[in-house]
C-alpha cells in the first residue's frame, strides 16, 4: 500500500484551519489537522515544501516509523510548527489505520471506557454580573462544567478572554484586523486581590455541584501562583490552569507545597520532553495537551499513559484554535483512556463547521459523544471549502503598565 499524494486546504468559518488530507493508492483517503493558531501559513508551508513529498510512496500503515523519519529526521527537535505538521501526518495515517480496519479509532486504542465525556465550556463576562449570566446559559444548555473568567475593577485593559461589551456571550482570541496584536495591560496585585473573591461569589450562587474551572494563562510568578491557590482553595475548583509560565517545569513546587487546588497545564506542550517532570513529579492533575500542537495520536497516547500512571487526568486542549479534526481524534482518546478527566469544548457545533467537516460526533447536555464511523470519523467537504481563503489575524500581546512586555 502507499501514498499517492496529499494535498492542504487553509481556511474555515471564523478561522484558518490547516487541513491534510493524504491519499492512497487504494482509494483510502486520510484527514489530520495542522491547525497552529495565527501561524496558520507556516505549518501548511512545511507539509507542502517537505514532508508531503517525502510521505509520496510510504506504506501509510507504517504511522510509527513515519512519525520516527519525520521527528528524528528533522534533526532540530520539538516546536510548534513541526510537531504540530507531524500532528496532521499522524492524525491522518490513523484516520486510514481505522478506515481499513474498519473500526472507529477509540476501539483501534482499548474500545470504549466510558459512554459520553464530560466538557467544559468558556463563561466569560466583562464584570461579575456579566459573567453569572454566561455562567447561568450554559447551565440551561446543561453544561456541568464552565470555565470562568470576568473583568477586573480598575484593570486598565480587557483581561485575557473577557469580551469588550456586555452579553458577547462566547469570545474568540483572534483578531482579524492584520497581523499586529493589540496590546492588552496587565496588573498582577489587582486580579490577586479580585479573582479569589468573585470565584467565591460563583460558587455561592451556583452551589456545590457545578464544576468552576479558571485560567490563568501564565500570568503569575511561582510565588504569586502558590498565593493565589491558597486564596482560591474555599471554592473548590475542579482546576486552576496555566498559572504559572509554562516553560519552567519547577515552577509549580512551590504552589503544591501551598495548595491542594488541582492544578492544569500543557497548552503550550509540544512533546513528552515539555511535562515529563512534571508528571513523574506529580506536580500537576491534568495534562492539556493537544493532538495536533503535540505531534499526534502517536506522542499524545505516550503522554496519557505517562500520566496515568502517576494519577494525572486529562483535560485536552479544545479551544478554537483547533479543527474538528483534532477534536474528534481527542473524542477518541476520551472515549478510551482510562485516566480520563475532562474535555474543553469550543467548536464542533457551528453550522458552517459542520457543513466543512460533517460527522457523527455529537453534543447533548455537556457531554460529547463520539462518532462510530472508522477512522476519525470526520468527512471534509472540498466544495464547502471554496467558499474560505486565509485570513491573517494574532493574539493581543501584554504589557504592564510601565510597558514591560509580560505573558499573554
Ligand atoms: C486558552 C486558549 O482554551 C484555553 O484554555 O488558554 O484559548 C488560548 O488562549 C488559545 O488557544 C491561544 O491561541
Ligand atoms: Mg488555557
Keep these: 500500500m502507499k501514498i499517492t499524494d496529499a494535498k492542504v486546504f487553509v481556511g474555515g468559518p471564523g ?20 491547525t497552529l493558531n495565527n501561524r496558520e501559513t507556516l505549518t501548511a508551508a512545511y507539509l507542502q515544501d517537505y514532508l508531503i513529498p517525502n510521505l509520496i510512496e510510504m ?4 504511522s510509527e516509523d513515519i512519525w520516527q523519519f519525520f521527528y528524528r529526521g528533522a534533526y532540530f527537535r520539538r516546536g510548534p510548527i513541526a510537531m504540530a505538521a507531524f500532528g496532521a501526518i499522524d492524525m491522518a495515517l490513523w484516520d486510514i489505520k481505522g478506515k481499513l480496519a474498519g473500526m472507529p479509532l477509540y476501539q483501534l486504542f482499548g474500545g470504549k471506557s466510558r459512554e459520553g465525556a464530560l466538557v467544559y465550556a468558556h463563561a466569560t463576562g466583562t464584570d461579575l454580573e456579566d459573567l453569572m449570566d454566561s455562567i447561568e446559559g450554559y ?51 489587582r486580579y490577586m486581590r479580585y479573582m479569589p473573591g468573585a470565584l467565591a461569589e460563583v460558587r455561592a450562587r451556583f452551589g456545590p455541584e457545578l464544576h468552576i474551572l479558571h485560567d490563568v494563562h501564565h500570568r503569575l510568578l511561582p510565588r504569586e501562583a502558590a498565593e493565589f491557590a ?19 517545569q519547577d515552577a509549580l513546587r512551590l504552589l503544591r507545597q501551598h495548595s491542594t487546588v488541582p492544578v492544569a497545564i500543557g497548552e503550550v506542550f509540544n512533546s513528552i520532553w515539555d511535562c515529563n517532570k512534571l508528571i513523574e513529579n506529580e506536580l500537576i492533575d491534568f495534562i492539556r495537551v493537544a493532538v495536533t500542537y503535540a505531534g499526534g495520536i502517536t506522542p ?36 478510551w483512556a482510562p485516566n480520563f478527566g475532562i474535555q474543553e469544548y469550543l467548536v464542533l457545533d457551528t453550522s458552517d463547521c459542520h457543513a466543512l467537516f460533517p460527522s457523527e460526533h455529537r453534543m447533548e447536555n455537556g457531554m460529547v459523544f463520539v462518532s462510530d464511523a472508522p477512522g476519525l470519523g470526520v468527512e471534509f467537504d472540498e466544495r464547502e471549502a471554496e467558499r474560505y481563503s486565509y485570513k491573517p489575524g494574532t493574539h493581543p500581546v501584554v504589557r504592564l503598565e510601565d510597558g514591560t512586555l509580560w505573558n499573554y
Design 230 to 248: 491558597k486564596a482560591v482553595e474555599p471554592v473548590g475548583l475542579f482546576w486552576l490552569e496555566d498559572p504559572t509560565p509554562a516553560e519552567d
Design 15 to 34: 478561522k484558518n484551519y490547516v487541513t491534510l488530507k493524504i491519499m492512497t493508492d487504494q482509494g483510502v483517503c486520510g484527514l489530520g489537522d495542522a
Design 300 to 335: 499524545v497516547k505516550r503522554i496519557v499513559d505517562l500520566a496515568g500512571l502517576h494519577h494525572i487526568r486529562t483535560g485536552f486542549h479544545g479551544a478554537p484554535s483547533h479543527s474538528p479534526l483534532c477534536m474528534a481524534a481527542q473524542a477518541h482518546l476520551n472515549a
Design 139 to 189: 447551565i440551561g444548555q446543561g453544561y456541568k462544567a464552565v470555565r470562568v473568567q470576568c473583568g477586573i475593577p480598575g484593570m486598565p485593559s480587557a483581561s485575557y478572554a473577557v469580551p469588550e461589551s456586555k452579553g458577547e456571550g462566547r469570545h474568540y482570541i483572534t483578531d482579524f484586523g492584520g497581523i499586529r496584536p493589540k496590546v492588552e495591560i496587565w496588573d498582577t496585585g
Design 59 to 62: 506504506d501509510p500503515r507504517n
